[in-house]
């Protein structure tokens, strides 16, 4: 069965980003339908997959993880507007049966997305 994880690690200080709020839409819907919220855990990782069973479907899924609200919590000085207050990532799902995992590394400047297994 197919399914859809992630987990967010903060480079700028070597640690699991806990705490970072994850919204996942249909890619590409002309009324933005939210498939899953989650908040990851102290380890950076979920406590389940984003989506998985007939949730989990070919097609495009957008992901936004919401970093400017994660290095304020932890205290980091930003610019308001912050330089990067969201990461949208787009991805394609083209086989539902395998598994899709987009790790994210974080920075207040920068991040870094690739699919992992």
């Not at 994880?5 to 980003?17: F, K, M, N, R």
């Not at 979920?46 to 097609?59: E, M």
């Not at 495009?60 to 990461?87: I, Q």
């Amino acid at each position: 069965m197919g399914q859809l994880t992630t987990h967010v690690l903060d480079i700028s200080v070597g640690l699991p980003a806990a705490g970072v709020r994850i919204d996942v839409h249909e890619a590409g819907a002309r009324d933005s339908v939210l498939l899953a919220s989650a908040v990851t855990g102290a380890d950076g990782r979920l406590g389940a997959p984003l989506l998985q069973g007939a949730g989990f479907r070919a097609g495009g899924v957008t992901v936004t993880f919401h970093l400017a609200d994660y290095f304020r919590s932890r205290g980091v000085s930003l610019p308001t507007p912050a330089f990067l207050e969201t990461a949208t990532i787009t991805i394609g799902i083209a086989d539902a049966e395998q598994h899709y995992h987009v790790p994210l590394l974080i920075a207040p400047w920068s991040y870094s997305v690739y699919r992992g297994g």
